[in-house]
């Protein structure tokens, strides 16, 4: 029997070797399953839209990782730290960027600024550069080719813009090189990259559609409304060479870093015009606008940041349940939520940031003021409830295990201390509470705003858009440009619609120069928290060293003089007394300022490969 199998084993061979001599180019001209040649490609629209779909990932990235921009300005503390914190001392080097770069040991570094690095920016744009050497060869309907066109115009700029937030003047390359082609380059003047940015824009503008869209394509109006940020940071400080001495005093080449001359006012009236001509659309306009006397201002803010897409979204970013399935890039809900919902407690709100939301008079809140004190929640600015979780608010239900414990689900931060000053018994959301201590935040506070309350992220992904591109920016672009043109009066009216949208009150009619400057930028900071604006607008304003600092906590506790604790709060859900609030350092978060962090540094690999490359000052 063995031998009748060997026998027809040596046949089997025989006709598979004929076969194979016989077939020969039939066998070398299959397509290999799951992949497809580069002319296949480049010969079917339907896969350049693909093409063009992994530029849009590369270039917006994930800004609901585990870790966010928030955690590298002063909106929030990364709790795991993952070396953040030497980050935000200004330890960065041209040999590693510190917590920017981190690597987790899988090969990858923190997926949020993974995109914001030299590498991959350029990566993105040699992707365009392949995109646009081949498109004019790709059959199919004009209107079709056009359109992709202007997305890959849009996403090279985007790709560029945040090389020159980073680096200042970058080399700009828009060909596509080979193996053996020279790469020294040196890096074009700053001015040189925002005209090919704005000519980006532009060329996208004029082929894009300009039909309103919320599904996550770029269209006309997210081109307008991004030209809008471009100029702004453009107009801003860090560019502008009589404001920047901090920064390029003593270096070589400022040229890089900025604008050496020109006009600033014209600057200024540029980007006045690019977020005009977005309000002039008529397309978006403010999500409830004008809240009425029975309006919850607070609910209409959670409603449109859980929202799939409002009249008043530009660009959004779309994730689904299915969108990476690792757990490092997308579940938010998780990330950031408390620990005693069995989350991961990390992104967690600085007392800075809570502190700096104004009364709903419009005050300051000041933790010397006896009753703001007794009651820091009370009374607040409502973007405050829709953006922060704090001691004692309602949140969602409690998973099982924990609603025996807290069968209220209200957030618990604080701990009770028996009258000697012992703690006895902690919150389910603090690092010394009974479920997953080691997820617990250390402000005090958790992240409500993007979080979707009515899924439990433990079991299912949130599909909770990120919006790039709101029209909210564009009515505060227009006013910051304004303040910085002298038209103060104008300004004042494009900041109160944003505050009317807030149910606050608006500026008073006397504020003027840079007291009303400093409001503006104020309301920014409170509008667009946890939205990746403040990390950029701390440099553009040249407000480091105001910015990166000792951070801080808020205190919570309850003095009981019973004889036993049995739970945080009382069986009828009274707390033990009334809550004693105070504002704490938070330990193992003392931030330093280096002006040299206003921009990157070029990585010194990339200065070994690329002669021509000058050093950005303080590296």
Request: one cysteine or more.
């Amino acid at each position: 029997m063995k031998k009748i199998l060997n026998i027809l084993m040596t046949l089997l061979v025989i006709a598979n070797l004929f076969s194979s001599c016989t077939s020969k180019d039939e066998f070398l001209n299959k397509q290999p399953l799951g992949e497809y040649s580069e002319d296949a490609v480049w010969g079917d629209p339907a896969l350049v839209e693909t093409f063009v779909n992994t530029m849009y990932r590369n270039a917006l990235g994930f800004p609901f990782a585990i870790e966010r921009l928030s955690d590298y300005s002063d909106e929030s503390h990364f709790t795991p730290d993952w070396d953040v914190t030497n980050f935000n001392k200004s330890l960065m080097t041209s040999d590693g960027l510190q917590g920017w770069s981190v690597d987790w040991g899988n090969g990858d570094p923190t997926a949020h600024t993974l995109h914001y690095r030299w590498d991959p920016l350029y990566a993105n744009a040699r992707r365009a550069n392949i995109f646009f050497s081949r498109i004019n060869d790709v059959p199919g309907d004009e209107a079709t080719i056009a359109n992709l066109k202007g997305q890959a115009y849009f996403l090279r700029a985007w790709t560029y813009f945040y090389l020159t937030n980073l680096y200042g003047g970058v080399p700009i390359i828009t060909k596509v090189y080979g193996l053996n082609d020279t790469y020294n380059l040196p890096r074009n003047t700053y001015d040189d990259c925002i005209k090919f940015i704005v000519g980006q824009i532009d060329s996208a503008a004029m082929n894009l559609s300009d039909t309103y869209a919320t599904n996550g394509r770029i269209t006309k109006g997210a081109a307008l409304a991004f030209k809008s940020r471009v100029l702004l940071y453009a107009a801003s400080d860090i560019h502008n060479s009589a404001k920047n001495s901090v920064v390029a005093s003593g270096f070589s080449k400022p040229d890089l870093l900025g604008y050496t001359g020109g006009d600033a006012t014209a600057r200024w009236t540029a980007a006045k015009n690019a977020a005009k001509a977005v309000i002039d659309l008529g397309k978006y306009n403010l999500y409830k606008a004008t809240p009425t006397a029975g309006d919850s201002v607070a609910q209409n803010f959670i409603e449109l940041f859980t929202s799939k897409g409002t009249t008043e979204d530009i660009l959004l970013q779309f994730f689904s349940p299915k969108t990476d399935e690792s757990w490092s890039g997308y579940n938010p809900g998780i990330y950031c939520g408390p620990n005693g919902y069995h989350n991961w407690g990390n992104n967690c709100p600085l007392g800075d940031l809570v502190d700096d939301y104004e009364m709903k008079d419009g005050s300051t809140f000041d933790w010397s003021n006896a009753v703001h004190k007794s009651n820091p929640y009370l009374k607040r600015d409502a973007r405050l409830y829709s953006t922060i979780l704090y001691e004692g608010v309602q949140w969602r239900k409690r998973p099982d295990d924990a609603l025996k414990i807290d069968p209220y689900s209200k957030i618990q931060v604080g701990r009770v201390y028996d009258q000697s000053g012992k703690m006895i018994k902690a919150g389910l959301d603090t690092r010394e509470g009974p479920i997953e201590d080691w997820n617990g935040g250390k402000s005090g506070y958790y992240v409500r705003k993007w979080v979707d309350p009515t899924v439990d992220p433990q079991y299912v992904k949130q599909d909770v858009p990120f919006k790039h591109l709101r029209y909210g920016e564009i009515l505060l672009n227009y006013a910051e440009a304004c303040i910085e043109l002298g038209q103060d009066a104008e300004a004042r009216t494009y900041i109160n619609m944003v505050r009317t949208r807030a149910g606050q009150p608006n500026l008073a009619a006397s504020l003027s120069g840079d007291a009303l400057r400093q409001a503006y930028r104020h309301e920014r900071r409170i509008e667009f928290a946890y939205e990746d604006q403040r990390f950029w607008d701390v440099r553009r304003w040249l407000i480091g060293e105001a910015a990166y600092h000792q951070t801080h906590r808020v205190d919570v506790r309850y003095v009981t003089s019973a004889a036993t604790v049995d739970s945080y709060r009382q069986p009828d859900g009274s707390t033990h007394g009334a809550p004693i609030f105070s504002k704490e350092e938070l330990g193992g978060d003392a931030r330093a300022w280096d002006k040299k962090i206003y921009f990157f540094p070029i990585m010194r690999s990339e200065m070994n490969k690329n002669t021509d490359l000058v050093q950005n000052p303080g590296y």
